[in-house]
């Protein structure tokens, strides 16, 4: 049997002609599973690496199907409400499946590296025309490295271009293994100040800060990626304590400062997650700490 047969990953979605994962027209991969818990995070169906389901109560029509295909009877809508009992659902997707208004959605399949990369193959010809490739997301893709250089790998043999896009809370070896394959890294820097990072995302950001050391310093090409986040990172101190770090780097070929939006707070609701998105409103201009980074670092920010 093939290798690529063997290999499976956990994945939430393949995006195809993407234009906001790297250069280029992309199709990005997200995985399933994330170390980090941003209080912010776009992508809450991707935090935990086990399948689940999404119930967005806004689109359901009571029509009944889910109560009719689910095995478990985790599903009720009687009185003009429906019921969604999680604790007893074993994550089928059979009520996903048939949903006619995609009130309910199934997060998390399990699929292998030669399928995923029969989709990623499809759009050659646009990523030669526009300069664009492939890019793992997620998530955190490196948490499923075996997977990632696998499909880094075939990708760059046909000579398609490669982009990671990680937090960098990883063991030094999931870096490792992707190095060789990866034509840039889109390496997110949320907070110069440990305790600032622990407050936003639950971890310390020593391993990451190491770990883009280490990129750097092998000579790795970098688009360093700073969500601009209401209330977090968002003050001159900390977009200047940022680009000071980022200044004594290498490699380093653009920083992108992401405007915050808040357009994922449904998906925390439909997950039975707390909603911790930040309000939009008092989202800051990114102009202004654009203007810090090029000042300090002289590398294009954008």
Known sequence: MNV???IFANIVDIKRFAVHDGDGIRTAVFFKGCPLRCRWCHNP???SDKPQIGFFGHKCTLCGECVRVCPRGCHETEGGIHRFDRADCV???KCADACPADALKKYGERKTVAEILDVLLRDKRFYEE????ITLSGGECLMQSGACA???KSAKSRGISTAVDTCGFVPRKAIRAVLP???VFLYDLKHIDEA???AGTGQSNGIILDNLRFLSEEGAAL???YPLIPGFNDGEDAVTGAAEFLAALRGIKKIRVLRYHDFARSKYVSLGYRDTMPDAEKAEDPDFARRIFVSITGVETV
Request: charged share 30%; aromatic share 4%; glycine share 16%.
């Open 4 to 6: 690529m047969d063997e």
């Open 45 to 47: 169906e991707t935090l």
């Open 91 to 93: 994550l089928c997707g």
């Open 130 to 133: 526009s300069g664009g490739g």
């Open 150 to 152: 696998e499909i880094l």
């Open 181 to 183: 394959f990866t034509d």
């Open 196 to 198: 600032a990072h622990v």
């Open 223 to 225: 688009e360093i990626r």
